[in-house]
């Protein structure tokens, strides 16, 4: 019942609801990237009208975004090998706030770039990013949490990827059309400071 799980979510270890206010800037920024890159780009290099989303340079902004997204992907599954070693020399927190935080200057810098070829550079620390979010919140809880309740705990966790998309999905089109003026490069550049916040939140969770 709603009761039932309101109550479960009260009763989380402190470190949970601390873990969970890190995933939801690091998920509010991924979601950010996801929607906006393509126009982004479209809008900041290849010099669009806000307004043009079918011309052939349009398709080139999507085009090159799929591969920006392979680079990072393949950065993160490299990355993710290092990973290990990364918790036994500086521990899971500080591995966690190095890669969100280069994220967060990797999505800013974008801002900053006219050659499309200098955005591989970002996405490569998005990749290093990417890696860790995927493993690091999860090596963390694993420590704090009571074994027999592991699995309803977990569950409860990914509440917080959930929230934060939701709520960019409301919020993510409202910002770009009248806070933004239409330019989408603003999105990632508030992708960025969201995944700064995230590092620096990852200073306040308790154990490692």
């Known amino acids: ?8 979510f009260k ?20 979601f950010s990237m996801w929607v ?18 079918s011309s052939a340079s349009y398709s080139d902004a999507g085009n090159l975004t799929g591969v920006l997204f392979g680079v990072y992907n393949l950065v993160a599954t490299i990355f993710a090998l290092i990973l290990p070693k990364l918790y036994q020399s500086i521990g899971k927190k500080k591995t966690h706030m190095f890669a969100l935080g280069i994220s967060g200057i990797g999505l800013i810098s ?9 955005l591989y550079i970002p996405m490569v620390a998005v990749g290093i990013a990417w890696a860790s979010i995927l493993a690091t919140p ?14 309803l705990y977990m569950g409860l966790f990914n509440f917080f990827i959930t929230l934060p998309q939701l709520v960019n ?3 993510g089109t409202v910002l770009v059309k009248y806070v933004f003026q239409h330019q989408a490069v603003y999105c990632l550049t508030m992708a960025g400071v969201f995944m700064i916040f995230a590092a620096i939140s990852t200073l306040t969770v308790k154990g490692d």
């Open 1 to 8: 019942s709603f009761s039932s799980i309101f109550k479960d």
């Open 11 to 30: 009763n989380m270890p402190l470190a949970m609801k601390q873990l969970g206010l890190v995933q939801f800037f690091s998920w509010f920024a991924l």
């Open 36 to 53: 906006f890159t393509t126009p982004a780009i479209a809008q900041h290099i290849y010099h669009l009208s806000p307004t043009d989303t």
């Open 110 to 118: 974008i801002l900053f770039i006219q050659n499309p070829n200098l």
């Open 138 to 151: 999860y090596s963390i809880l694993s420590g704090v949490v009571p074994a027999k309740k592991m699995g």
């Open 169 to 171: 999905g409301v919020l």
